[in-house]
């Protein structure tokens, strides 16, 4: 069976809601039932053969073809299968996600991987504000499973994470594991103000020095025996994490936020 695979056929001016297209909603329904499903399209609702061209069969292998920026939900809730993105999406990319795997290959919006609780997330462009984080009002963001992200991430990512691992080979915005409750955050490239704003536990892996508040405190030079097992479990993953070369044990360990709990951790390579 050849993947299920929905083609734009015209971007339109207004947002649409994609979430019932996932592969554990579609996995007993037919290609007639699947084309008849009604999407939020702005204030009116727009038919699945409206907006793409539906081609294969396979519900558990879902692509999307010529993406664009106002595709919101995408991969909500995912609960099993393998989801593929071409093109750019819009925000809460693979909000929810509770297993299986959903590629992007382009940029995503606000509140990617937003209160995910398990699977593997991988962003091959950048993604907004809020990766990984809660929604507003909520007090537990990312609760488990993986996300790599091979561009740029923008502000408060991980903003008020509990669980899982967040690979970002880019950038990192402001605020970057702020509020965070637990987990990991690894960060090869460069860090904004903020970092580790008012975080009680988890670890912030650096690649380069970062710019801490006086709240954070230097606890010296340090070798850690667990980030070898850490680094050798990244191998897995096409991703310059799984590179040898990348893999230090060496690091200058800060702990903070002292205005919040002080449990965190940001280790910095030596």
């Avoid at 734009?8 to 554990?24: E, F, G, I, M, Y």
């Avoid at 996300?147 to 691992?165: E, P």
Wanted: overall charge positive; glycine content about 12%.
């Amino acid at each position: 069976m050849s993947a299920l695979t929905f083609t734009v056929k015209q971007a339109t001016q207004q947002r649409v809601d994609v979430s019932p297209l996932v592969c554990h909603l579609l996995k007993d329904m037919t290609l007639a039932d699947i084309t008849a499903i009604e999407l939020q399209n702005g204030k009116r609702k727009i038919r699945v053969d409206e907006l793409f061209e539906v081609s294969g069969s396979d519900s558990q292998n879902i692509v999307f073809r010529k993406s664009f920026a106002k595709l919101d939900f995408i991969g909500k809730e995912l609960e099993a299968g393998s989801m593929v993105v071409h093109g750019d999406a819009g925000a809460y990319f693979g909000i929810g996600m509770k297993s299986g795997k959903l590629t992007m290959e382009g940029d995503v919006g606000l509140y990617a991987a937003c209160e995910m609780k398990n699977g593997l997330l991988t962003i091959n462009g950048n993604a907004g504000d809020f990766l990984g984080a809660a929604l507003p009002g909520n007090k537990q963001g990312m609760k488990g499973g993986t996300v790599l992200v091979k561009g740029n991430v923008g502000q408060r990512a991980g903003d008020h994470m509990r669980r899982g691992t967040m690979l970002i080979e880019g950038d990192a915005g402001d605020y970057c594991g702020a509020r965070m409750i637990a987990g990991t955050i690894a960060v090869m490239g460069n860090t904004g103000q903020f970092l580790g704003y008012a975080m009680q536990r988890g670890t912030l892996l650096l690649w380069k020095a970062p710019q801490l508040s006086a709240t954070f405190n230097d606890c010296g030079s340090h070798t850690l025996a667990f980030l070898p097992i850490l680094f050798k479990s990244f191998s897995k993953f096409d991703s310059k994490f799984a590179e040898q070369s990348v893999a230090f044990n060496r690091v200058q360990r800060y702990g903070g936020d002292m205005a919040e709990k002080g449990r965190a951790e940001v280790l910095v390579k030596l």
